[in-house]
């Protein structure tokens, strides 16, 4: 195992205050915030996937009349420094700021509940606050809801936006949501598609985050638990979609996360953001056209990757790069050479030498 930990600076992470699990556990959401709802102008703002709009989840909500619900459409894209801008906006202007901001949803849906919380507080543009540590003060108080589980956005301290010139994140210890509700139930009706490819994102969390020189006992300990579980979910006999499952896959969501917090990713996500940042290829699915390439880095990872794809007959596109420009093939591995610390990460002290911009566009002619 490469371990060179002892020359690294030790990360310092602050984790979700508080976490509820368990199926109906939705239902206690409305008790839970109750003493929040004294702050501020005390009305909640609530985010919502939209595709619970008209559907059972928002009789549920428990809000008061005087709460914003916005119901967002996150499949046109994933969320924008500018969508962000003007949410925070808006609601300043309605109503001033807000106890808090509760959301429900996908990754998607939690980067924008952390993203909003942070800049209710925060002035000017978003795309001011994209990297480490440079959101000046702390935001409001966030709760989030997964429903759907793999990207680990409900435990990671960072917001992912995509802005004019970066994807990159809003992180920093307080972008960590206050409160988190896991309840297995929500996930239920999550297409099968999107099941897997999210839930293949803890698992590309975990090989990536154990598969590298930053990766630790701690992050080791979490990895090796959400493993076990994904096995469960994606491979073991009684695979496949059934309430044990989605049990398991909410907890292994949560541990791949703070797998990868304590230590890091690699190659796919590197790659993967490259993606995304040109094409608007979406994360999880991004990860599982790159992953099925990477046989030479991920060598155990990915023939047990190949394996969950057979079993559960998912069908990723092939040879797409050969409809991509030249321009859009650099531009990708720009996008994807500008992470050293996750081809350090991957490949070790001398990944100046591996990763160089020309191994990354071939990187990107394997897809
Ligand atoms: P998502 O939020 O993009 O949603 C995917 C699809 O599932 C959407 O169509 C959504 O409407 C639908 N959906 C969600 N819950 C559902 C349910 N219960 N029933 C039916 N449909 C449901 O999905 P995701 O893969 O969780 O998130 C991807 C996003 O997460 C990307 O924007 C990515 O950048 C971000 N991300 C963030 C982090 C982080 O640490 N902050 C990590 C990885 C990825
Ligand atoms: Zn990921």
């Known amino acids: 195992m490469l371990n060179c930990s002892k020359n690294m600076?030790?990360?310092?992470?602050?984790?979700?205050?508080k976490v509820t699990y368990g199926r109906g556990s939705f239902a206690q959401l409305a008790e839970t915030v109750e003493s929040v709802r004294k702050e501020n102008n005390k009305y909640f703002v609530y985010v919502v996937d939209n595709y619970f709009k008209g559907k059972p989840l928002?009789?549920?909500?428990?809000?008061?009349?005087?709460d914003l619900i916005y119901y967002i459409d996150v499949d046109p894209h994933e969320p924008k420094t500018e969508q962000i801008d003007s949410l925070r906006d808006?609601?300043?202007?309605k109503q001033g700021l807000p106890s808090g901001v509760i959301g429900?949803?996908?990754?998607?849906?939690?980067?924008?509940a952390k993203a909003l919380s942070l800049m209710l507080t925060n002035e000017g543009s978003s795309t001011l606050y994209q990297g480490l540590n440079l959101v000046k003060k702390p935001g409001i108080y966030h709760l989030g809801v997964p429903t759907i589980s793999g990207t680990?956005?409900?435990?990671?301290?960072?917001a992912v936006l995509t802005g004019p010139e970066k994807k990159l994140g809003l992180k920093c210890d307080w972008t960590v949501f206050n409160q988190v509700i896991l309840d297995p139930e929500l996930?239920?009706?999550?297409?099968?598609?999107?099941w897997f490819y999210t839930g293949m994102d803890t698992y590309i969390h975990c090989i990536e985050s154990e598969t590298g020189i930053r990766n630790n006992a701690f992050s080791l300990a979490y990895g090796e638990q959400s493993l076990k579980l994904c096995r469960e979910v994606f491979l073991g006999e009684n695979a496949g979609r059934t309430p044990e499952n989605d049990d398991k896959l909410m907890v292994a969501s949560l541990m791949g996360g703070l797998s990868l917090t304590y230590s890091e990713v690699g190659a796919c996500h590197a790659i993967s953001y490259g993606l995304s940042m040109v094409l608007g290829?979406?994360?999880?699915?991004?990860?599982?056209?790159i992953f099925q390439h990477l046989g030479d880095i991920y060598l155990k990872g990915h023939s047990e990757f190949m394996q969950?794809?057979?079993k559960h007959n998912i069908v990723l596109p092939q040879n797409l790069s050969k409809d991509w420009t030249e321009e859009q093939i650099t531009a990708m591995a720009q996008v994807s050479y500008n992470l050293p610390f996750m081809w350090n990460h991957a490949f070790g002290d001398n990944y100046k030498e591996i990763a160089t911009l020309d191994y990354i566009k071939n990187l990107f002619r394997r897809l």
């Open 58 to 66: 928002s009789t549920k909500l428990q809000n008061k009349p005087e």
């Open 281 to 289: 290829t979406r994360h999880c699915y991004a990860n599982c056209i």
């Open 308 to 310: 969950m794809i057979e």
């Open 187 to 194: 996930i239920a009706s999550v297409p099968t598609d999107w």
């Open 90 to 93: 808006e609601i300043l202007s």
């Open 104 to 112: 429900i949803g996908g990754g998607s849906i939690m980067d924008i």
């Open 152 to 158: 680990g956005a409900e435990v990671s301290m960072t």
């Open 9 to 17: 600076q030790h990360k310092n992470f602050k984790n979700i205050d």
